[in-house]
């Protein structure tokens, strides 16, 4: 995902940065699951695999979960295979989608309105969660249609921004980094008359 300076700002601000100014500057960040010890901006990628690691577990996870969904089947005019317990397989998955691919969100946001800063990590956490507890609800009251496959589908969508987000922030600050390391440790000042 892109975002103008000002929204990675809050970005960062969700993640627990705080004022980037230099790409030394982070402090160890304490107890935040996805997130410890940025000794830079190029830690980046300490979130970007764990971003990688989640979406494809979540990807893969939510094939059966688009397979066996009621509302894919009438639309795509298919039928999945029937067995016993097949019915239980898309809310079963995307229970597990939602813990271990919403979990990043979830902390997120926790951080966001611990901060009273809510952000973008909130909104994903309310849409996924809402859909979550709506769908649950559906398997044990006449509300309609579940929201399964739309809930894995989003938290596949937002696990995949942000992930190349983190690749995106590592690539810029390796190249940063490369160019400071171009500078020269001492300048020499040269006066009007060519002195040193």
């Keep these: 995902m892109t975002h103008a300076h000002g929204e990675h700002d809050q970005h960062s601000a969700a ?27 190029g830690s980046h990628a300490g979130h970007e695999i764990m971003f990688r ?12 979960v688009l397979v066996f969904s009621p509302a894919l089947q009438g639309w795509l005019n298919y039928t999945a295979p029937t067995f016993p317990g097949s019915s239980w397989i898309t809310p079963v998955l995307a229970v597990i989608v939602f813990v271990y691919g919403g979990l990043p969100f979830l902390q997120m946001a926790g951080w966001e309105l611990r901060d009273r800063q809510p952000g973008m990590m909130t909104l994903i956490s309310l849409a996924i969660s809402v859909a979550f507890i709506y769908s649950i609800a559906t398997l044990f009251v006449e509300l309609g249609e579940s929201f399964f496959w739309e809930l894995v589908t989003l938290i596949d969508v ?7 987000e983190m690749r995106s922030v ?17 300048a020499e000042l040269i006066d009007e008359g060519g002195n040193t």
């Design 170 to 186: 590592r690539q810029a600050s390796g190249a940063l980094d490369a160019l400071a390391k171009l500078m020269p440790d001492e």
């Design 158 to 164: 937002m696990l995949l921004g942000h992930w190349l």
């Design 15 to 41: 993640h627990g940065h705080s004022g980037h100014q230099g790409p030394d500057s982070h402090s160890d960040h304490q107890g935040k699951s996805g997130h410890e010890g940025h000794g830079g901006h």
């Design 53 to 64: 690691n989640r979406f494809w577990v979540s990807l893969l996870l939510s094939i059966p």
